[in-house]
């Protein structure tokens, strides 16, 4: 009897295990599919200046509509493209679709400072990222002054110098760069010395305790200041209550993004009114 249930147990944990990796077969096989039929597309969260009101520009989220599964999460599919070895080309596409969408805006006379772009390790530390890059820009005549390249601490971890050279070429041409998750990370600060960042995105993690926990208020605080030494920007993630807007305001940070002004946003919904209401909405805390 026993033999016969643990047998039932093997065979269902064995069936299981097939199944799980089967499954994480089929979405590999997915995605490389949808790498070659378009099932990748933008959204787009808008960045709000906190003095202002006004929105600077906008965070290119990728997103994956699958044929029969529906909407796939970035958490999702981005890890495994990664692991998967598709994440370059996810990301050559990700820049593309944002060059040309930014391109397409300023053709409609729509006002922005910039268009951050989510960029993976494996794709800034290959050979030729600078090329594509320039490459991408010529070919969609979208400005690099207006490109905001987002990485994360990771890539410090690895080469510094190679990392260095990469975004000293790419600064030269105008593009700017961004530390995405600010604070999450292992690496060392010294990177912030030697490196042209201008930008530091504090983490959705430390923005969701300022209004309560003492830790979390002080770290954004000494970020706030360490930036504002560096003369880099401080963009506050993740903002979602009008608390958070407010005492990120009242301690100077330059900019924020978050649910409270807007979710990431199809490209037709971002529109002149758009923006404008957004820009109200902003201001009627900053006014308050
Ligand atoms: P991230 O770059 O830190 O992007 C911010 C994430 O926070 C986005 O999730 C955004 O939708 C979400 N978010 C924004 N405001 C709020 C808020 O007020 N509350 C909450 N709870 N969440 C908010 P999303 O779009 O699911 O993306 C998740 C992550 O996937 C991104 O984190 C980024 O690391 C990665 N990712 C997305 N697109 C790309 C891409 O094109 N390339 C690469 N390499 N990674 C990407
Ligand atoms: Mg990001
Ligand atoms: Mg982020
Ligand atoms: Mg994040």
Redesign the pocket.
Known sequence: EAKRKNRGGYLFYALEMSDKLQEREQLANALSRALRTEQFYL?F?PQVALDTGEVVGF????RWQHPDQGNI???KF?ALAEQEGL?VT??DR?LRLACEQGREWLDQGLEFQRIA????VKQFIETDYVSKVLNTLEQTGFPPSKLEL?LTESVFMGDRDLAKETMDKLTRQGICFAI??FGTGFSSLLYLKELPVSKL?LD?GFIRGITKDHSSLQIVKASLQMGHALSMDVIA????TIEEQGLLTDLHCQQA????FS??LKSQLITADKIAQIERNVRLVTEA
């Open positions: 959204d969260q965070e290119a989220l990728a999460r970035p958490d981005i994440i996810l990301g990700v772009v989510n960029v993976s987002e995405d998750d995105k959705q993630e993740g903002v979602e993004q978050g649910y409270l979710r990431p």
